[in-house]
């Protein structure tokens, strides 16, 4: 295997792992918006009930101050879990123009691989050609 392809091979797994760290990262961000959004169907749930059941009432006032505080720490954990997304996103981006810059060097390096195999091959097929001329050209004379 060359040096290109290695290159090549490393930015591959580097890329493949920070897709797999995204995926991750974004999943833990779902699981949170999914217990945010019962985390208010419960707490709308809880405020109907107050509103039927007049001792739930003096229970709710608590309530509703603890689950807005809840809503708070879960929605502040929703924007760093977004943050270290968009973080992982940046660095997938540059993980992939990495890749590609590996792609075009290993790519010009076979280029000019089969470049340097056809001038010898034209080299040496000249050289044949000319000790064929001269043979010729010694038996003419």
Sequence with gaps: MSWSESL?????????????????????????????AVMIAEGEAEAKRA??????????????????????ALQA????????ERGARDALAEAFEEQKKYEQVAENARVAERKEVNRRDNAELDEVGMQAARRSAGRAA
């Excluded at 490393?10 to 792992?17: D, F, I």
């Excluded at 509103?51 to 708070?72: C, F, N, P, T, V």
């Excluded at 954990?77 to 270290?84: H, M, P, R, Y």
Aim: charged letters at 35%.
């Design 8 to 36: 090549v091979k490393l930015a591959t797994y580097e890329v493949e792992n920070r897709q797999l760290r995204l995926a991750e990262i974004a999943k833990r961000r779902v699981d949170a918006e999914i217990r945010l």
């Design 51 to 72: 509103g039927q059941d007049a001792e739930s009432g003096w229970y709710h006032i608590g309530y509703a101050d603890g689950l807005r505080i809840r809503k708070a």
């Design 77 to 84: 954990e929703i924007d760093a879990i977004e943050a270290e």
